[in-house]
Structure formats: C-alpha cells, structure tokens
C-alpha cells in the first residue's frame, strides 16, 4: 500500500476536508463524521487500494484499513488539518543557518504551551501576594490545594514536553508521555537518595526530572529515528503494539543510565554559567537584557532564552534571566501611554489605548509594538533605553520571577521571594516613568490627523487630480448652456489574491468576527503556498507579520489577515518583507509564512482578504469557491 495515495484518496472520496466534522482512528478504521453524507463516494473509497470495504454505522463513516490504519491516519494529517497531529520532522523546517533552525525547533515545542505556564505562572505570583500580605497562611491546606494547581504544570512539564516534542519530531504522543511518566514516576524519584543505583550491573546516575527540560526533548528525538526504524522492519501485524513496547522498554533505560545524567549536567552548566556571568555585573547583565529584551522578541530571537528560562526554574526555582523583563516589558507599556496621550491621530490612538492596558496587566507587548512604538520608531527606542536602565537596577538587586510569567503589573509580585523585591520595583518604576517622560518631552514624528478624504463626486469637475481620468460627465447640453454640470465617476478596482490556494465563503471562515462581515465583505482563502504578495496597489497603512493594510489610491481600503488567531504566535513563522508606510506595486511580496508552523502551533492559517470600509463604496462583487492562483481576482471594488 501506498498510505499517502489511499490517505489522498479517501479524504478526496469523503468530499475533502470541508466536508469532514471529524475524523479518528481505532484499531483498524477511519471513522469520519461527515457534514454532508451525500457528497461521499461510498464505491470509489472502496476502490481505493489499501481500503478492504466501508461501513456505516452509529452515524459514522467508517472505512476499515486494518493494521496499517494508524500510519494512513498519520498520512491524513500531513494534507490535511482534521487529526490535530500534523507532524513536522526536523528537517522540514525553514533551511538557514543553525541559529535560525535551532529558534524554529525551539519555538514549535514550547509555543503550545506557554499560555499555560503564563497562566499557571500567574497563579502562582497572585499566591505568592496573599500569603506576603497575610490573607492566607502557607501552612494550611487550601494554601497546598492552590499551590498544587499553581505548581503541577511546571513539576510535570517533562510530559507537557514530551507531547510537543513529539509532534515536532513525528514520534507517537503517547509513547513520549510514557517515556516522561516513567522519568517522573514516584518510585524512580525515589531512587534519587544519594544512595547507588544500576539497572542490570549497570550504574545509574540519579538525577530530579522534576521539572526538566532538555532530557525528554532529546528522548524523544531519538524515538523518532527508533520509531522510523521499527516501522520498516515490523511487519504490520504485529508492529501497532510492539513498536510502542520496544521503543518504551529501550528508551526508558537508555534515558536513565545516558541522555538524562548527560543533558541535564549540560542544562546545569549553562545556567551555571549564565549565574557566574550575572554574578561579575548584574547591573550589566541586567541593562542587557532589560534594552535587548523587546528587540529579541521583534525577530524572534527571545525563544532562544525559553529553555534556559523553564531549566532554571526546574534546578533552582527562579531564572535571573527574568527580573530585568519587566523593567523592558512595562517601559515600551509606558511609551506607547505616551504616544496615546501625545497623538493628534485618531487611529493610532485607538490603538495606543488597548495595547498600553494589554502591556500594563498582561505584559503583552505585541499590539503595543507593532502598532505604535515601533511604527512610530523614537518610542520604540525611547522604551529600549528606559528598560535597560531599569533591567540594570532589579538585576543589581537580585531579583528573579519564580514561575513562568509574562511580565506585567499584575505579575511582579513573583519576584517577592528572590532577591530585592523593592529594587525590583525600584527598577520597573524608573522604566516606566523614564520612557514616558522621554515620549513626552522628546516626541515623535507624528501620524497625520487624518486620512486624506477622497475627492467627493459633485466636486470632481473642479479638482485637477488622476481621477478626474475616470470622470463621466452627464447633463453636457445643461453644462454647454451655463447651467451647472453634474459629474459621476465609476471606478473599478480588481482585488487579486494575495496567496495562491481555494477560495472559501466568508461564511465559512472558523471566526465569527470575520464570517459575520462584522469587518467588511470579502473572502476566505484556504492557502497552499507561503507567499504574501499585495492584492493591489496602494499604500501600506498598516504592517504586522500576520497581516496587512492597504489603501488604494481611489481610497478603496483592504486588510490580508494571514490566519486565526495568529496573532498569538507574536510574529513566528513570519517573515515581513514590506514597511508601513511604503507603496506597493499589485502583485509584490509583503512577507512569507511557514504554513506547515502554523498549522504544527495549533493556528488554522485560513486568509481572510476584506474590504474595511465597505460602508463607503457601492458594491463588493465577491468570486465564486474554489482554487485559485496567486493574483487571480477574488474581489471587484465599484466605486
């Protein structure tokens, strides 16, 4: 059997991915729920070679495989995104240098998770508030039952791991997780006394996998290589349940007695080391990384950091890497509260607004940067001068964050338990009110007013511009007579699309500001390639790595939004190749996205392309479904 040919096939007879609501896998069948049950050819499936018949049952649409179902299945999720277990194997990755693969790598095994360890992470900086101010005693046993919920993801993070890792590599998810339980099993921390250890004559180091991180990622990369193998040599009658045994009775061992002593030693000796660096200047150290913070997270160099951060916290329970963010967090907060209270543009505004509380509380930079400080340059500086400056003062003091937070207001008080909690504050303060003051007092080039307002159509006759070119004059005789001339213009303006792919409803697009048109009309666009190219020709007004706005010059106003939520990936797996504020020609690339990134992070990268003020043209003409190449109209704009 070829399983991508009969995966392909299958998906094809079913009636495609739009027509799937869901799809598993038991011992020997696809089971499908099918949106629409006519659109399937139940014969041509079972034509399909591989497929032994196709049985409906229990409102399903089941077609029986056998023993080799779970690779078909696996095949299902490499065309398409219904499993949820899209695998990326390591050398599908953007090509580069070894920096850029490494941050790649690291990024798609950590992204899924760090909403939760930030949650997780704010939890446990809110407890640590009400047991120092003496709302709650760390003695009792609510205070147990709340640590316990604030402190599980972090004590168990080698499973977490081994999920994320295991979709990275292409390794079975749930042999990872029992590669990790076995590594943070009670009886095998046990063993961790000082006392000797061995397994068959052979010694074994004892290390805590308690909260670990580079021994499960290496596991479980050597699984997948294992797994490959024992794929071609098993045959399939046999190969579902005793792969999963050897790859379990190999590695489990092999961790133990080689690649948890080895790895962890190495994680021990960076962080080691980072804490003898820190040690010689922290107020450098600090200054460092309190000004380069934000600019590491713009090209998203801050991944890089992620590991050494979590094995911090998992050896020593604080990461000194962490109390110089917030002073680099809050200042870039604070200079975009002063482009807001500076800014005579009611656009930018409303956006500065939103992005300062977001940075404030949350420590959510992103809108913050890409919207205001960094698209208006000084600010963006302005922040990076006052959080290396404030990020020299809380690292002078000593402190750290004890859990994974996003550095924020309501987050800070992580910090009370490590080092100088009043330097910490000392610190963050004098970032805040230095980039603010310097916003104020140094200013900014600011945006204009207002747009531009287009050239009404009574006044056309009288206003020397390009569109007076596509004018139409009606009522000449009364003109010709001294009378007054009434003068229209029709304008059209063919949208192309920005990426090539299958075009979809708006309707159908999985989020329901952009399906209720609440936005603008426009399409959705299933994407098959990578590249982001200018649906017209028109002024970039607005440039963020997952989206793009463009206002043509007869005003026509467009926004490309590359995904769902995407947003969230803080600009991973995009690369920006235009700048806000430039003219773009139809056609010309404005970025790129790694669709395949998108997809293994958890984000649908469906494309919406809308007309945002459709309220000020007449009529929005919108293409038919299906594919479509790149430039291709899939909009026409009357105006």
């Known amino acids: 059997m070829k399983y991508d040919a009969t995966a392909a096939a299958v998906l094809d007879g079913v009636g495609g991915e739009s027509n799937v609501s869901s799809v598993v896998h038991c011992a020997t069948r696809l089971r499908f729920k099918l949106v629409d049950r006519d659109k399937a050819d139940k014969a041509a499936i079972e034509a399909t070679p591989g497929v032994i018949t196709v049985v409906e049952s229990g409102g399903q649409f089941q077609v029986v495989i056998g023993n080799d179902v779970p690779t078909v299945y696996a095949e299902l999720g490499k065309i398409s995104s219904l499993t949820g277990e ?43 508030l009400v047991v120092t101010v003496g709302w709650l005693d760390a003695t009792t046993q609510s205070y147990t039952i709340l640590y ?53 004559g052979l010694p074994v180091v004892m290390v805590s996998y308690v909260s670990s991180v580079i021994p499960i990622i290496v596991a479980v990369w050597v699984q997948s290589h294992l797994e490959r193998w024992l794929h071609r040599v098993l045959p399939s009658t046999v190969r579902n349940f005793l792969s999963p045994m050897l790859v379990v009775l190999v590695l489990v061992p092999l961790t133990l007695l080689t690649i948890g002593p080895a790895t962890t030693y190495a994680g021990q000796g960076i ?12 107020a450098v150290g600090g200054a460092l990384m309190g000004g ?10 801050h991944w890089a950091f992620v590991p050494i951060i979590t094995n911090d916290l998992g050896v020593q329970g604080y990461s000194l890497l ?20 500076r800014t005579r543009n009611a656009e930018l505004r409303q956006i500065a607004g939103p992005s300062t509380v977001s940075g404030f509380l949350a420590g959510v930079t992103e809108p913050a ?17 006052a959080g290396a400056v404030g990020g020299g003062i809380a690292a002078a003091g000593g402190s750290a964050a004890e859990g994974f937070v996003l550095p924020g207001l309501i987050t800070i008080t992580s910090t009370i338990n490590v080092g100088s909690f009043t330097m910490q504050l000392i610190g963050t303060g004098v970032a805040i009110a230095l980039a603010l003051v310097l916003t104020l007092t140094l200013g900014f080039k600011d945006l204009p007013a207002s747009a531009p307002a287009a050239v009404p159509a009574e006044d056309v006759a009288t206003n020397d511009t390009p569109a007076d070119d596509a004018a139409t004059a009606t009522g000449s005789a009364a003109a010709a007579g001294g009378g007054t001339a009434t003068m229209t213009r029709t304008a059209v303006v063919e949208v192309g699309a920005p990426l090539e792919g299958r075009v979809i409803a708006l309707a159908e697009v999985p989020d329901q500001v952009f399906s209720s048109g609440a936005l603008g009309e426009g399409v959705g666009l299933v994407p098959t390639s990578g590249e982001i ?22 005003g026509v106003e467009l926004l490309v939004h590359v995904g769902i939520d995407t947003v969230q990936l803080k600009g991973q797996h995009f690369t920006t190749a235009a700048t806000q504020g430039a ?57």
């Open 148 to 200: 316990a919920a604030s402190d599980a993801l972090i004590h168990f993070l080698p499973i977490l791991l081994a999920v994320t890792s295991a979709k990275r590599f292409g390794a079975n998810q749930f042999v990872s997780m029992a590669i990790a339980g076995a590594l943070v099993y009670p009886d095998i921390m046990a063993l961790n006394t000082g006392d000797p250890v061995s397994f068959f």
């Open 533 to 554: 190219h200018a649906p017209v020709a028109g002024e970039l007004v607005s440039v963020m790595p997952h989206a793009f706005g463009i206002r043509t010059a007869d």
């Open 86 to 128: 899209r695998a990326q194997t390591a050398d599908a990755g953007p090509k580069g240098n070894i920096l850029n693969r490494a941050i790649d790598l690291i990024s798609s095994i950590f992204s899924p998770i760090l909403w939760a360890l930030a949650g997780t992470g704010l939890l446990k900086a809110l407890l640590a």
């Open 292 to 301: 380069l913070w934000q600019v590491f997270v713009i090209f998203g160099l």
């Open 369 to 385: 940067i890409y919207g205001v400080t960094l698209r208006l340059k000084k600010p963006f500086v302005y922040g990076v001068i």
């Open 271 to 282: 962080s080691n080391g980072i804490e003898s660096l820190w040690s010689l200047s922290p």
């Open 583 to 639: 003219t773009v020609a139809q056609g010309e690339l404005l970025g790129t996205v790694d669709l395949d990134g998108v997809r293994d992070a958890g984000y649908d990268p469906t494309t919406v392309v809308l007309v945002t003020n459709t309220s000020e043209v007449p009529s929005v003409v919108v293409t038919d479904p299906g594919a479509v190449q790149l430039g291709s109209t899939v909009l026409t704009v009357v105006q």
């Open 322 to 341: 962490t109390g110089p963010l917030f002073a680099a967090v809050l200042a870039q907060a604070a200079a975009a509260l002063g482009v807001f209270i």
